[in-house]
């Protein structure tokens, strides 16, 4: 075929070879006239080539040139027709239109030996006679032109060392594109799941379980060719086309199998298999309404691709669940659930209409085959999985109704209801300033600004700052790191009292500036307010942090106590005594008072100290007093000086006391 198709003048020097025999002669220059075997661009453009032809001939041969551009892979054509006259009719135009590209169609293959013979009686010179009773492989599986169904050669395996590389080599054997096995496929595969999990080595044999599995499987895989499908799916002369689409999932895997139902003009009715598909489940658990969920998605996915590629428009399609849950999810709004069931039930909606689901009992799921899994010499006798339930040739009166979807729905979206609460943004960043004197000059400054801006020109405030202005910017700073610190307390007690928390033990109130207090009883007590009901505050605010180090740079640096008993005349801060610690040892000039003390390194032992001997074969001696002894208790006892005489054992540290009277 690529020789066949040749290349453009300008395009030959991309395929110039030098070539010459020996080094001493000259250089010869081949170009190559044609597509080039093994060139990235060559199957592209001999396809193209071959696809242009039935462009070509759209307007006066429409049916010729779709069979070309649609009917052919590669350069192998499968095509047919409903009877022997338009087979024929095709051979002969679509050799005529292939043979003026010098594209000559051989090697023909039929199941009807009329049209062979017809190709006989034109001479075709190139057209080599296979017969209807050989077999050939279309694709990749084997085709019996005689009974017009496909066919699978499996042959025996005699490996004995089994391990997880033989085991999927053999499972790689098994080609079927269709997946018409997959209800065995499946069974191959969930034991080669089973073999990863163990973490095995390539040529590790397998443990005992997993290798009698195998061994019973691949034991029976010879029962699959005896199966024969079909390769028309149609009755004779189909006047309605259906197609039933069922899916299903176990915990081990999920799948879908697609049927095309046809009926005749006198009411017969058959049903066909078209495909199937199956996959494992993750290994990460899933709950079975989840994967029901993904073999449903895996079912419409399956039937949008034949309907591409089928370019089949049937009457109707019917998705067919035995999961009432998925069902009950494709009929609500996606943004109900959660997001794993809400992308997927988006996808379904987009591509299927909800009302063409419908509830299939479980016994009459052929899907569940799939999911499952079936034995290979099961498999050729299951009726239900190659023709579908026995009512979908029946009239649809008597077809499952739809249920009722009445259970609880699982994967719902959880409804939180907020409640915000604004505060207002802060006219200067605690972050940006180190000195709470001058932030509290600043934040005045900005505030008379506000004052003045609302005054009237008479009543602006003007030249230095007044004690007053200073003290409500103190204030202002400390109602805002009270709502930053204290917000939930503060909403709580705005709605009447803080029941539990860490301020309910000390009873807070708001004063007339809506500054937060400490309760008490201290109301009737000779005292200032600031001290009767002190301001909360929360060390961790980097106002307190601010505070305290302006207190305690006015008290002369001093130590956290007075630090401390300093603050709490007029405030409560919640963790104040680890803050004035903290404060106290960041302090450079308290730290250059108070330096610590160097401790020099000791020296080595003395050598008597440390060689081995008995108790006291090396003492020290040394003397303590005096002391005062008396020579028996009452009174007129006779008081005597006396002296402690201490014997230390050098290795030992054993001590030995006398006492000795003078």
Same mark, same amino acid.
């Given at each position: 075929m690529y020789r066949m198709c040749r290349v453009d003048p300008q395009q030959k020097p991309l395929q110039r070879i030098l070539w010459r025999e020996t080094p001493d002669e000259p250089l010869e220059i081949y170009e190559l006239d044609t597509v080039t075997y093994g060139t990235s661009a060559a199957p592209y453009l001999a396809i193209r080539c071959l696809y242009q032809l039935g462009v070509e001939i759209e307007k006066t041969?429409?049916? =010729?040139?779709? !069979?070309?551009q649609n009917h052919f892979y590669v350069d192998d054509l499968l095509s047919g027709a409903d009877t022997i006259e338009e087979a024929i009719n095709i051979v002969t135009? =679509?050799?005529? !239109?292939?043979?003026?590209?010098?594209?000559?169609?051989?090697?023909w293959i039929s199941n009807n030996n009329t049209i062979l013979q017809s190709l006989k009686e034109r001479n075709e010179a190139d057209t080599l006679d296979l017969g209807v009773n050989e077999l050939t492989k279309t694709l990749g599986v084997t085709w019996n032109g005689k009974e017009d169904c496909f066919l699978y050669k499996i042959g025996n395996s005699f490996n004995k060392h089994i391990t997880k590389r033989t085991v999927l080599s053999e499972i790689a054997q098994i080609f079927d594109p269709m997946g018409l096995l997959s209800p065995c496929i499946i069974v191959a595969k969930i034991i080669l799941r089973d073999i990863w999990i163990e973490k095995l080595d390539w040529d590790e044999s397998l443990s005992q379980p997993l290798h009698t599995r195998w061994l019973n499987f691949r034991n029976e895989l010879s029962n699959l060719n005896n199966i024969k499908i079909p390769r028309q799916i149609t009755c004779k002369h189909a006047i309605n086309i259906e197609i039933h689409g069922f899916s299903d999932a176990s915990s081990y895997a999920y799948g879908a199998c697609v049927y095309l139902r046809s009926q005749n003009e006198e009411g017969k009715i058959q049903t066909r298999l078209i495909c199937a598909k199956s996959k494992i489940a993750p290994l990460k658990v899933q709950t079975i309404p989840r994967l029901e969920l993904i073999g449903a998605l895996l079912l419409s996915r399956l039937i949008k691709k034949i309907l591409e590629a089928t370019k089949l428009v049937p009457s109707r399609i019917v998705y067919w669940c035995d999961s009432t849950i998925v069902l009950g999810w494709l009929n609500m709004s996606p943004n109900q659930?959660?997001?794993f069931v809400a992308n997927r039930v988006s996808e379904l909606q987009t591509i299927t209409n909800v009302s063409d689901w419908r509830h299939v009992p479980s016994s009459h799921n052929p899907a569940d085959l799939v999911s499952r899994g079936v034995r290979p010499k099961e498999l050729p006798f299951s009726n239900l999985y190659w023709f579908g339930p026995d009512w979908l040739k029946s009239t649809e009166d008597i077809w499952p109704h739809t249920l009722e979807i009445n259970v609880e729905l699982p994967e719902l979206r959880k409804v939180t209801l907020m409640e915000t609460v604004f505060i207002s943004e802060p006219?200067?960043?605690f972050n940006n300033y180190s000195n709470l004197s001058h932030l509290e000059r600043v934040l005045a400054y900005c505030l008379r600004f506000i004052t003045n801006c609302k005054a009237k020109t008479g009543e602006r405030s003007k030249g230095a700052l007044k004690h007053t202005e200073i003290a409500n910017a103190h204030l202002y700073l400390v109602r805002f790191a009270q709502h930053e610190s204290f917000a939930e307390e503060i909403f709580q007690l705005q709605q009447g009292e803080i029941k539990r928390g860490r301020l309910s033990h000390i009873q807070p109130f708001f004063d007339k500036d809506k500054i937060m207090r400490v309760g008490?009883?201290?109301g009737n007590a000779d005292l200032d307010f600031n001290r009767k009901f002190p301001i909360i505050l929360s060390s961790k605010h980097i106002f307190s942090k601010l505070l305290f180090d302006r207190e305690h740079r006015r008290l002369l640096h001093c130590g956290p106590q007075h630090l401390l008993a300093s603050i709490c005349q007029s405030y409560w801060p919640l963790g104040g005594r680890n803050l004035a610690r903290k404060i106290y040892r960041e302090?450079?000039?308290?730290?250059?008072t108070h330096p610590k003390s160097s401790v020099p390194l000791m020296g080595n032992l003395p050598k008597n100290r440390i060689t081995p001997a008995p108790a006291f074969y090396r003492t020290g001696v040394d003397y303590a007093g005096p002391f005062s002894v008396k020579d028996r208790q009452g009174r007129g006892c006779k008081i005597t000086k006396a002296y402690i005489a201490l014997f230390v054992c050098f290795v030992t540290k054993a001590i030995h006391i006398e006492l000795f009277l003078i």
């Open positions: 041969n429409p049916t =010729i040139a779709n !069979v070309i135009e =679509i050799s005529k !239109v292939l043979n003026t590209a010098g594209f000559r169609l051989r090697k659930l959660q997001v006219i200067i960043d008490g009883r201290l302090c450079v000039k308290c730290f250059r």
